[in-house]
């Protein structure tokens, strides 16, 4: 992990899927051929502008697959970006990994993309169907087989914690799966019921874990995967060591990356701005409107916490050239004190308890800013 | 053109809450025409919202009637309306030292109450002329001819002539006016004499400064005299004489003996101007004050702090102006480890703390948390000294202490006989020596009671109102200090006292007061990353005992991609939560959950 970055990162999001997860209240609509090509066309006039190099690209979304393997060749050849960049795609297994729709990874190797991100959320099949996922696991296999025969060995699969009929024993069979299937990276996040979503709509119904659950379901996916050699990098990212998602670090570390697409959140120059959530102003070419400045000490600290490294005592000095107070450093002992926290003489972090509360942990310490 | 003094009427009404005071008094004002019927809403003369609203009168407010009576003669009648509640007691004896005579109404369903007979005792050692009026006549209810024996039985007023009204109808007021006339003497006026006009109230007005309510009771005062306020020293040249209306004031070349009227004189607050002092001239200076000027004093005390520190600035600035108007209320600031920065105020009794704190939060839009009230407790230590102290913070160390004495009050509740079995139960669990109980008539009771004045400063009278469906009535008045068991309780949060929420009880009620304020701070206080212990203590031994689990999952563990200004606008909504919050320590204690233990009751 690189102190500052100075190159920035791009994000290309995909605002595509197949049909909407009961759970997702990202932008996403359903796709035609005209609509795509119309995207394509200001993506890619978007892309042909910037001047800039980036040296990490992440294609997400939606389903950035669902733009097919050529097209996103073709947006990633217009992008000016280093000789070692990480390169993502996410995809979906659904359209990746069916055996019927044919969908080549080579095409994307061959194209420089080297991390796939698979949003796998469960390997236990009445969990996939909970959260509207059509493909089965074997789908899911299939598509980890197929990038991996491309050549691609830096996979990320995505799990989610706290699913509708979900148990500790059916996300340890996932974690499992995910160890197994040569996996380098897992994301597993807490399933959070948003507003504007089905599940939003039904929450009363849905056989969601109890808060107390899911916590222990937390707590025992950090263990079960530390114990097999994975790094707890970030509140819901796990990683072997050097397989940390770079571009994603970028956001953690408070440093800038371009994003372009409907709803797409960019961090340039020192201001935040990002794309409305709007895929028609998008195509008619409308710019993106500024959002807040970024990158003070709060948000600063607010983000490096999210990591398993923490407060840097150094680099929060290089990059503001004060110190971190010792009143904060005085609040990190209590929590460590209580297990939530870890401290030394150069930095202090949070303990995958501490990432439980980091909310209100968070909140306490900038107040103490 | 001189005023004829025998045309003067200087009067006042008394009653008891609800009886229909202010009723009776926007009826006058419409027979006299002093208000036009179109101008007219209900209880002109309570000017606040708050006093309208509960049908109380907490300041009085003279006017000046012109009424053409029978005789042919024009009279000029100044009413003074009073404060009908013990709290007030003093403002009433202000207000009644100004006049000759008092209008005593009765309401014809309900008889005589505790506070027609405290008012009418008062007014009685005020050697004021008393002219009895039945009210409410109209109500299907009203017995007028038996509440007219009530009151020739239990006060030995004749009741033969009191007018049988209904102010609400207006039905007879006109011969109220008529007894005023015929009953009450004219005033006594010498205006050769050096002034002296004794202050009954004074209110402030933001373009004017002080507005100062007085009756001259010798000599004169016009516009350009050097005024001077007997008790204080203070002095000031008179910029206005006035006659109060019933709307807008009217400007006056004097006031001469005998008259109520007003004195503007760029006096900026009304301590400068207290009621129950005496305004003389400088010019020619009266060489005796009028008697019964006392510095009123608080009887109950307690903090007062903003729920935002920010507004504490805001609040010293409304206590300052609620004191322009209100001499009776003081307050010091005080600082709290809980609360952090507020003040200490003492009020006249319960009602009194209960309308300033309203009007703290109505006409001054602040948000408040106000501390359990509290009386003045003679703590007298081991080495012969003697302390007062109207604040828990300030209790000594208890092995200090010899003996501790807290001030009794004597207590009359009036009742329909059927409520005797729960009045005595009320009064039994508060601490409450049964003296003796009359029975006004077969069916009303007057129940005496020794009460400490501690157990009646908190919800007693709600408690009374609710035992007895409204029907019981309640006065009091403090009798002298008395040895008692008394300990302090201190809520221990995560190891630090709150001292904010200490309280100094009896020590029988200790222990289930302590269980119930732990309970209720388990309830009110959400998980926060660590465990809480509540410990609710005297002196260092602990009597009752909770625990605050600590939370478990508080986390946005969402990735949105590059959102991060929807990550801090999440924090900053978290945030806005914690604004209410007060920190002990590490502790963080939601309003509510103060609120929840200083609101505890009988019935919790």
């Given at each position: 992990m690189t102190m500052t970055d100075k190159t920035p990162g791009l994000y290309i999001h995909?605002?595509?899927?197949r049909s909407k997860c009961p759970y997702c209240d990202f932008y996403s609509m359903p796709v035609n051929t005209e609509l795509k090509e119309k995207y394509i066309a200001a993506t890619a006039g978007i892309l042909s502008s910037l001047e800039q190099k980036f040296n990490t690209v992440y294609f997400g979304?939606?389903?950035?697959?669902m733009l097919g393997e050529e097209n996103i060749a073709y947006l990633l050849g217009l992008v000016n970006r280093t000789e070692d960049a990480e390169i993502t795609v996410e995809c979906n297994p659904s359209g990746t990994g069916c055996e019927k729709r044919s969908f080549d990874f080579g095409v994307l190797s061959g194209a420089g993309v080297n991390r796939i991100s698979l949003?796998?959320?469960?390997?236990v099949d009445t969990e996939r169907r909970q959260l509207?996922?059509?493909?089965?696991i074997k789908e899911a296999g299939t598509a980890v087989k197929k990038i991996q025969e491309a050549g691609i060995d830096n996979i990320s699969l995505d799990v989610m914690l706290?699913?509708?009929?979900?148990t500790e024993e059916s996300l340890r069979t996932t974690l499992e799966y995910c160890v197994n299937s040569g996996a380098k990276h897992i994301s597993a996040y807490m399933l959070k019921i948003e507003e504007g979503t089905y599940f939003h709509k039904v929450a009363d119904k849905l056989n969601l874990p109890g808060e107390d659950e899911v916590c222990d379901m937390y707590l025992a996916a950090s263990e079960f995967l530390r114990q097999n050699g994975?790094?707890?990098?970030e509140i819901s990212n796990f990683a072997l060591?050097?397989?940390?998602s770079r571009h994603n670090l970028k956001y953690w570390h408070c440093e800038e990356y371009e994003g372009i697409g409907p709803s797409a959140h960019s961090f340039m120059h020192g201001k935040r701005y990002c794309y409305p959530r709007d895929i028609s102003s998008y195509i008619e070419g409308k710019p993106p409107v500024y959002d807040s400045d970024g990158a003070d000490p709060k948000e600063y600290i607010m983000l490096a916490l999210?990591?398993?490294?923490?407060?840097v005592y150094d680099r929060f000095r290089q990059r503001?050239?004060?110190?971190?107070p010792d009143k904060m450093i005085e609040y990190a002992l209590l929590l460590e004190k209580n297990g939530l926290a870890r401290v030394t003489d150069k930095q202090f972090n949070l303990t995958p308890e501490g990432f439980l509360v980091s909310n209100t942990a968070i909140l306490n310490l900038i107040g103490l800013l | 053109m001189a005023v004829d003094k025998s045309k003067i009427r200087n009067f006042c009404i008394i009653a008891?809450?609800?009886?229909?005071k202010s009723t009776l008094a926007d009826r006058l004002l419409e027979i006299t025409g002093a208000v036009a019927l179109r101008d007219m809403?209900?209880?002109?003369?309570?000017?606040?919202d708050l006093e309208r609203e509960r049908g109380i009168t907490i300041k009085a407010h003279p006017v000046k009637l012109n009424y053409k009576a029978a005789d042919g003669e024009e009279y000029a009648l100044n009413l003074i309306d009073t404060p009908g509640h013990v709290d007030f007691n003093y403002e009433v004896s202000r207000s009644l030292a100004a006049c000759e005579g008092a209008i005593l109404i009765v309401d014809a369903t309900q008889g005589v109450e505790a506070q027609t007979l405290a008012n009418t005792y008062l007014a009685l050692d005020h050697d004021l002329e008393i002219v009895p009026v039945i009210n409410k006549?109209?109500?299907?209810?009203?017995?007028a001819e038996r509440v007219a024996q009530e009151v020739e039985d239990v006060?030995?007023?004749?009741?033969?002539?009191a007018p049988r009204v209904s102010a609400k109808t207006g039905e007879n007021c006109g011969q109220v006016l008529e007894q005023i006339v015929k009953l009450i003497p004219p005033p006594a006026a010498d205006?050769?004499?050096p002034c002296r006009a004794l202050i009954f109230d004074s209110v402030y007005d933001s373009y004017k400064g002080v507005i100062v309510y007085v009756r001259i009771v010798e000599g004169k005062l016009k516009p350009g005299d050097t005024m001077?306020?007997?008790?204080?020293g203070a002095e000031f040249t008179v910029v206005e004489t006035g006659y109060m209306r019933a709307q807008d004031p009217e400007p006056c070349s004097e006031l001469t003996a005998g008259e109520v009227g007003y004195i503007t004189a760029?006096?900026?607050?009304?301590s400068d101007a207290r009621v129950g002092d005496t305004v003389t001239t400088a010019q020619n200076p009266a060489s005796e004050p009028l008697p019964g000027y006392r510095k009123v004093n608080p009887m109950v005390f307690c903090g007062i702090y903003p729920?935002?520190?920010?507004d504490y600035e805001n609040l010293r600035d409304a206590l300052e102006k609620l004191q322009l108007n209100d001499a009776a209320l003081s307050y010091e600031p005080e600082t709290s480890g809980a609360l952090g920065f507020g003040f200490r105020c003492g009020f006249l009794g319960l009602l009194h703390l209960e309308i300033i704190q309203e009007r703290l939060e109505r006409e001054y839009d602040l948000d408040l948390i106000t501390t359990i009230p509290s009386v003045i407790y003679k703590i007298n230590l081991s080495d012969g000294t003697q302390l007062e102290i109207d604040?828990?913070?300030?209790?000594?160390?208890?092995?200090?202490?010899?003996s501790c004495e807290e001030p009794f009050t004597d207590a009359h509740i009036y009742s329909p006989a059927e409520y005797v079995g729960t009045i005595m139960d009320l009064c039994q669990e508060r601490r409450g020596i049964f003296k003796n109980m009359d029975y006004?008539?077969?069916e009303r009771v007057d129940i005496h009671y020794e009460l400490p004045l501690n157990e009646i400063i908190y919800d007693f009278f709600d408690s009374l109102k609710s035992r007895t469906r409204g029907y019981a009535s309640f006065d009091y008045e403090i009798s002298e200090y008395r040895e008692s068991k008394l300990v302090k309780l201190d809520v221990i949060l995560n190891g630090d006292v709150v001292d904010a929420l200490s309280f100094i009880i009896h020590a029988d009620k200790a222990y289930p007061k302590a269980r119930k304020i732990a309970e209720r701070l388990k309830d009110n206080i959400p998980r926060q990353m660590f465990e809480i212990p509540i410990q609710i203590g005297i002196g260092g031994k602990i009597i009752a005992r909770e625990t605050v689990k600590a939370m478990r999952k508080d986390v946005?563990?969402?990735?949105?991609?590059?959102?991060i200004t929807r990550k801090k606008k999440l924090l900053e909504k978290q945030k806005e939560g914690k604004k209410r919050m007060r920190h002990f320590g590490t502790v963080e204690v939601p309003q509510e959950a103060f609120m929840a233990v200083l609101k505890l009751d009988d019935n919790d």
């Open positions: 995909v605002p595509f899927c979304g939606g389903s950035p697959d949003g796998l959320q469960s390997a509207g996922r059509t493909a089965g706290g699913i509708p009929g979900q994975f790094l707890h990098y060591p050097g397989y940390e999210r990591l398993s490294e923490g407060l503001f050239s004060k110190e971190v | 008891h809450i609800d009886h229909g809403t209900a209880q002109l003369l309570d000017k606040m006549i109209d109500l299907p209810s009203a017995d006060i030995g007023l004749d009741c033969s002539e205006d050769s004499k001077r306020m007997m008790a204080t760029s006096i900026k607050t009304v729920a935002d520190g920010a604040n828990p913070t300030h209790y000594p160390d208890p092995s200090t202490i010899a006004i008539t077969p946005l563990a969402k990735c949105y991609g590059g959102d």
